[in-house]
């Protein structure tokens, strides 16, 4: 999928004011293929990491929120209370990450939705161009068949024309 973002990158690279966009618009949809191919392989590697880690649900948890895999319980009172306070301080810095995460997906797919837009307005203003230009052909095909069966009957008439000259002469 992303290697068809980034063909049809290329294709609307080659003539840009066609397509209504400019280098820097090119420069940020190339930016963003490339963020995706990470995010992607990334995404390929936690997956296999979850089953190497026996498949359960809690090592597929860790490995996405990159969680320690146990807690020692054997700690004083005291360090247990300055370990909660360091564990709500790190998952609230998780969860601003995660939000941040979110918010930059949601300016990205907004990003994806506006280029599927243009690219479904390319896709129609072709459609309608194929649909003119049938027109033209089949209007170029039908004067071609009347100007065949005229240039047919003008040759008829001159071999009768001939024929007659040959029988007068």
Known sequence: MV?????????AAR????????NRELESRRRWTI????QVGDVKKSVVARKENGNSESAMCRELMKLPISHKSDRSYQDS????DDFIVSESDRQMLLINGSRQQDEELDELSASVERIRGVGLTIHKELLAQEKIID???????STTNRLDFVQKKVAMIMKKSNIWI
């Not at 209007?139 to 068949?145: H, N, S, V």
Request: aromatic residues 6%; proline residues 3%; negative net charge.
């Open 3 to 11: 290697d068809e973002l980034n063909k049809t990158i290329d294709v």
């Open 139 to 145: 209007d170029l095909g039908t004067e071609m068949d």
């Open 15 to 22: 003539d840009p004011s066609w397509y209504g966009i400019d």
């Open 81 to 84: 209370a300055e370990d909660n």
């Open 35 to 38: 963020t995706t191919r990470t």
